[in-house]
């Protein structure tokens, strides 16, 4: 007879991959060990083998969970019928704004994202692919002339863009709402307008 599935299945395989973001993020994937991801669940190794068949499975979801959630909530920014500059304005609060609450989940992403299979790599390089896309648009649809058909420049501008954003955690950790959108305009404006504009 099948192994029927406990009510509670979902929110403990959560649990074990928040906390399992939290070693890998702290400790290194490569050093992290299925008994300390144990511990920091409080629960056995045996049991986390019940979800899990792997540290690499614990990583896997890790990443296709964050970077499939954050892909959604940036492409579904309510960019339509704004202004140019608006549209980019949003895009970049809503990317600050979606990484709250994930530092280690973002930090599991930058540092461990290469210990994957190539073809699992390529899966989370395609969530990135169409997050970059959806910001190099609201940022030519910002400033065309700019650009013009310069896609060496609009990429570099795009992932400069990510840069700022995605190391804000690193020199101001636990900040709220209200300061990742303080930081986003400052991110936009010096985007657009240079030093002169903040």
């Known amino acids: 007879m099948a192994r029927t599935i406990a009510k509670d299945h979902d929110q403990k395989r959560e649990q074990i991959l928040k906390s399992a973001a939290k ?22 190794k045996a049991n986390i083998y019940h979800y899990y068949d792997s540290k690499d499975a614990i990583l896997y979801d890790i990443l296709d969970s964050y ?8 492409l579904s920014s309510d960019v339509a019928g704004l202004a140019p ?4 304005r949003r895009a970049i609060r809503n ?31 395609a969530y990135q692919r169409d ?3 959806f910001l190099s648009d609201c940022l ?17 501008v795009t992932m400069s863009i990510f840069g700022m954003l995605n190391w804000y955690y690193m020199w101001n950790a636990g900040a709220g709402a209200e300061a990742r959108e303080t930081y986003a305009d400052v991110v936009t404006d010096l985007t657009l307008k240079g030093l002169p504009g903040i």
């Open 23 to 44: 070693i890998f993020a702290t400790e290194g994937f490569d050093r992290a060990s299925m008994a300390q991801l144990a511990k920091e669940c409080g629960i056995s």
């Open 140 to 156: 030519r649809g910002a400033a065309p002339e700019v650009f013009g058909d310069d896609r060496a420049k609009l990429r570099a």
């Open 67 to 74: 970077l499939s959630e954050l892909r959604d909530v940036v």
């Open 131 to 133: 997050m970059v896309r």
């Open 85 to 88: 500059e608006d549209r980019l």
């Open 95 to 125: 990317i600050l704004r979606a990484y709250q609450g994930a530092d280690h989940e973002h930090q599991v992403q930058l540092n461990a994202l290469s210990a994957l299979p190539e073809d699992q790599q390529d899966q989370m390089r």
